[in-house]
């Protein structure tokens, strides 16, 4: 549907062939990140959804995972929160109009989902939050309201009605932004668009921070958010002072070796305060590495939702080559955050909060890698290696099965099936591939983790060798 006709400049492209954005990604950041929304159709040319409905209303009702379900009462314009994780018999007892459920988080939880963020990498990727997905049934919304951060709103199935006030980025008037007083959601007291579009699947909205805008389903339908991570001053300061405070040198203190005669010895006067800002200044992080070290650390870990947890027992690296070198991978957890800064002396690598001096080339490996195989881990520096080793102990990388990651079908094809971590044991050694040929027998859920019995057929029948995650 085109959009409404308005006194509005048109902020509506069409995707083209090699450019999903209908220009080039240099154009977008230059007129329209944080400058302007864009509605771009067909942004993801013939889209299928990787995850269903019953998909997502699953997840939401898996412990630990983030999800809310929205009810509005259009009668009396009252709105109902709830909070997951919920009971399977909450879904079929819904009317079929008017309510919304969200789970954040689902490209921590998906593979094929988190495979969509390829697509946006003309952005920092360390700028990225997360993928929310939300289905609506026919009229649902959450009601018109604000982000603080940028997000590309992308329909995946059905149709939903997007209204967006455009009139701060196109007429330089600031939208009122004042809330609701009698609801929970932080709803606009205010709202007046000066957009209105309806998103087919493929179709994708980006809006800038402070857009007030509006959404509700024409049918039911899912649309995937990409949410931009975005401190405030409040959180960057917090973190910061506690940085500062953790490394204060205690020697750098208040000094006033000029004092002169005081006037008033009760006036804290103008060159005490003047006093007071040189000692602040002496503690602050004059040294860019001490202040990109802080920024790494903090942009790893916030707005962190899950914990990597430590392995009681990680394979010895001198096992971990041998399983690369058999055909396993080293996999990244899901929930592992990383980027990496240009230091003094080679580079930083940024782990969910840890930091670890590397060569450049490394960082960069380790920072981009979603999985590392034989020939990558052998194209790491010794050092590259070690911190590898640190990360897989602490459950970081784990050692998977790349067949049960992917598993085939009859007719080779790729099914999407997240694959089950296995972890070598003591007994793994270096192999002759020519000798043996390797065939997974059993795959055994536990309680406590998962078993996988491969066996290795030769002349004299190995014993099989068990991993478990």
């Known amino acids: 549907m085109a959009a409404r006709k308005s006194s509005a400049p048109l902020i509506e492209v069409t995707a083209r062939p090699g450019q999903p954005l209908g220009m080039s990604p240099a154009v977008f950041l230059r007129d329209f990140w944080q400058k302007r929304p864009l509605l771009i159709r067909n942004a993801f ?54 309510w919304t459920l969200l789970v954040q988080d689902v490209d921590k939880w998906d593979p094929d ?7 946006f990498r003309f952005l920092p990727r360390w700028r990225m ?41 196109i007429k330089g008037r600031r939208p009122p932004l004042g809330f609701r007083p009698d609801v929970e959601l932080k709803l606009l007291e205010v709202f007046k668009p000066t957009h209105d579009w309806v998103l087919a699947p493929g179709d994708m909205l980006y809006l800038p ?60 006067d103008t060159v005490a305060m003047a006093r007071v800002i040189t000692a602040l200044n002496a503690i602050r992080m004059n040294d860019p590495d001490k202040l990109g070290d802080w920024f790494g650390r903090f942009i790893t870990t916030y707005r962190a939702a899950g914990e990597v947890m430590a392995h009681q027992a990680a394979p010895e690296q001198e096992e971990v080559v041998a399983a690369l070198q058999s055909g396993l991978l080293l996999q990244r957890h899901p929930w592992a955050r990383l980027a990496w800064r240009r230091a003094k002396r080679g580079a930083s690598l940024y782990v969910s909060g840890q930091d670890f001096a590397l060569p450049v080339k490394d960082a960069q490996r380790l920072a981009g890698a979603e999985q590392l195989d034989a020939a990558a881990y052998r194209g790491l520096s010794d050092k590259g290696r070690a911190v590898v080793q640190q990360l897989l102990v602490g459950g970081v990388f784990q050692l998977i099965d790349p067949s049960e990651l992917y ?12 694959g089950e971590v296995v972890e070598g044991r003591d007994q793994v050694e270096v192999i002759d591939d020519d000798a043996v040929s390797d065939d997974v027998h059993v795959v055994t859920v536990h309680d406590d983790g998962i078993e996988v019995i491969v066996n290795f057929e030769d002349d004299e029948e190995d014993d099989s060798d068990a991993g478990r995650a």
């Open 129 to 169: 939050d997360d993928v929310m997905i939300s289905f609506a049934a026919t009229g649902g919304s959450v009601g018109a309201h604000v982000d603080q951060y940028d997000v590309f709103l992308l329909q995946a199935q059905g149709h939903r009605r997007w209204q967006i006030d455009a009139s701060e980025s």
């Open 45 to 98: 040319a013939d889209f299928q959804s990787p995850v269903q409905p019953e998909d997502l209303a699953g997840l939401a009702c898996e412990e630990g995972v983030l999800a809310r379900l929205i009810e509005h009462d259009k009668r009396q314009d009252g709105w109902r929160v709830r909070t997951g994780p919920f009971q399977e018999d909450v879904f079929p007892a819904l009317p079929d109009h008017d």
């Open 407 to 418: 598993g085939a079908d009859d007719e080779g094809e790729d099914e999407d099936v997240l």
């Open 209 to 268: 921070p402070n857009v007030p805008h509006h959404g509700v389903a024409e049918d039911p339908c899912l649309t995937f958010s990409f949410g931009m991570r975005a401190p405030s001053s409040a959180e960057l300061i917090s973190d910061y002072l506690d940085t500062l405070i953790a490394d204060a040198d205690e020697n750098i203190r208040y000094q006033d070796p000029d004092l002169k005669l005081p006037a008033d010895p009760n006036e804290i």
């Open 113 to 119: 989902v988190r495979a969509l963020i390829e697509h």
